[in-house]
């Protein structure tokens, strides 16, 4: 009787002790908290980078997670490069409490994604996130390829003007071009810059430009516009446009004069280098001006006057084109030089002078 109250007596005070420990093993899981963090808009061309982020109430040993998603075909993670398959389970490392991922997009519009993580202690978190997918705009450069970097007033180069896109999306684009000298381009016709050009459903197309007056550094401001509403204004360095050439010859460098010489003849031929005989659009206009330090010589009998510009109508700067002036003397001349220059309207000028001796 007293071995049996014994052990009533010591399974009493044990039975607490198995309660408690009982107690201690149950609580090894406790559940955790998910979180993405990071962009959710992105365009369909793109990816988005996201932080998953994994937040236990209360950190246990040996606790492992696991994380699957469902997108409904719309994107799809990556992790570490690797593509992680939808409703597919990708084990996290042990101490892992963020973890880097990257989402995918298959398609534009609203993407929902659903996010479940579990770890090895049978609690299970599910989220949602949201992703906003794009079509991405279309954005272009555009390039100034002038053919020559030198060319005459009036002369006609071709530019080429390209484009770059950033997608193969169809897209048309106005221009808006002008420029630091004065020209025209020809598209349709020798339009006056500033000059627009609308509709042009090409990448890259040629238009010619004729300047129309000297510079030595000829820039233009081009302002293209695509149909996606992308506009881009830039400046280009562009052409240095130099003044029509010329020399001409005179048919005397000396005359002498006599005391029964009443009158003379004297001829201008004209000469420009062969580059710039042809292919002008605009030819320039032609003047004359005749100085001289003599005394009693008229040109055309007094028609043309010494010291005034004289516009020479028919001279057409063609190479070997000769125009010939008579000379008509006074009773008192006095010997000296006469000095023809001839110059155009683009700013290039010769002088030649002819020394006039009185022979007693």
Not at 191 to 210: G, R, S, V
Not at 254 to 279: A, H, K
Request: aromatic share 12%.
């Amino acid at each position: 009787m007293k071995s049996i109250y014994k052990h009533i007596i010591f399974t009493l005070i044990l039975f607490p002790f198995l309660s408690c420990s009982d107690t201690i093993d149950s609580i090894d899981s406790f559940s955790f908290e998910v979180a993405i963090t990071g962009a959710k808009e992105a365009f369909i061309t793109g990816t988005i980078r996201n932080e998953l982020v994994i937040k236990p109430i209360n950190i246990v040993d040996e606790t492992s997670f696991s994380f699957s998603y469902n997108s409904y075909g719309k994107g799809y993670y990556k992790i570490d490069d690797s593509k992680v398959l939808e409703n597919e389970t990708y084990n996290l490392a042990s101490d892992v409490s963020t973890k880097a991922i990257e989402y995918v997009p298959l398609e534009e519009g609203e993407h929902e994604v659903e996010i479940i993580v579990t770890n090895n202690k049978e609690h299970s978190t599910t989220i949602k996130t949201f992703y906003t997918i794009s079509k991405e705009i279309t954005d272009f450069e555009f390039s100034f390829i002038p053919s020559n970097t030198s060319i005459a007033v009036g002369e006609s180069t071709n530019v080429n003007i390209n484009f770059e896109q950033t997608t193969d999306e169809f897209l048309s684009y106005s221009l808006t071009i002008s420029s630091s000298n004065n020209g025209q381009v020809d598209w349709g016709g020798y339009e006056k810059l500033p000059y627009t050009i609308d509709n042009i459903d090409q990448t890259n197309f040629t238009i010619a430009y004729i300047p129309t007056e000297v510079t030595e550094q000829n820039n233009f401001t081009i302002t293209a516009k695509a149909s996606n509403g992308v506009k881009k204004t830039k400046t280009f360095e562009g052409i240095e446009v130099t003044p029509i050439e010329f020399d001409f010859t005179l048919s005397k460098t000396v005359i002498n004069v006599t005391e029964d010489q009443y009158n003379d003849l004297i001829s201008i031929t004209l000469n420009r280098p062969s580059t710039y005989t042809t292919g002008l659009i605009y030819e320039p206009n032609y003047y004359m001006i005749a100085t001289t330090s003599t005394n009693d010589i008229f040109i055309d009998n007094g028609r043309i006057p010494f010291g005034r510009n004289i516009a020479l109508k028919d001279f057409t700067g063609v190479t070997g084109e000769t125009f010939t002036y008579s000379l008509i003397y006074g009773r008192i001349v006095i010997g000296g030089d006469i000095t023809f220059t001839v110059f155009n309207d683009t700013g290039y000028k010769v002088s030649k002078t002819v020394k006039v001796n009185v022979i007693e």
